[in-house]
Nanobody
Framework: QVQLVESGGGLVQAGGSLRLSCAAS????????MGWYRQGPGKQRELVAT???????NYADSVKGRFTISTDNAKNTVLLQMSSLKPEDTAVYYC?????????WGRGTQVTVSS
């Protein structure tokens, strides 16, 4: 089992920045993928960014150049630095972990960007 706890969401004005953090605990495998999905009001959940244990990253086109995903392996934490935020980035952001063909999800953290 893997437990994921997100933090760092909040309210920010358009153009501002936020950093989300997701701390993983439990059985962490050496090979894994972690990342973030989001679900905005009335929208389907969409992939935001992923990072593998090897350091490969992937971003949704809508956030490329504005968001950066990284990990702090010593703390089993994945970070999402979000800059130049737009109102359309408003969503609940969910952290996820995939290891040994099993996916775990965090409970989500709300990000609200005001215009």
């Amino acid at each position: 089992q893997v437990q994921l706890v997100e933090s760092g969401g909040g309210l920010v004005q358009a153009g501002g920045s936020l950093r989300l953090s997701c701390a993983a605990s439990g059985t962490i495998f050496s090979i894994y993928t972690m990342g973030w999905y989001r679900q905005g009001p009335g929208k389907q959940r969409e992939l935001v960014a992923t990072i593998t244990s090897g350091g490969s990253t992937n971003y949704a086109d809508s956030v490329k150049g504005r968001f950066t995903i990284s990990t702090d392996n010593a703390k089993n934490t994945v970070l999402l630095q979000m800059s130049s935020l737009k109102p359309e980035d408003t969503a609940v952001y969910y952290c996820y972990y995939v290891g040994a063909w099993t996916t775990f999800w965090g409970r989500g953290t709300q990000v609200t960007v005001s215009s």
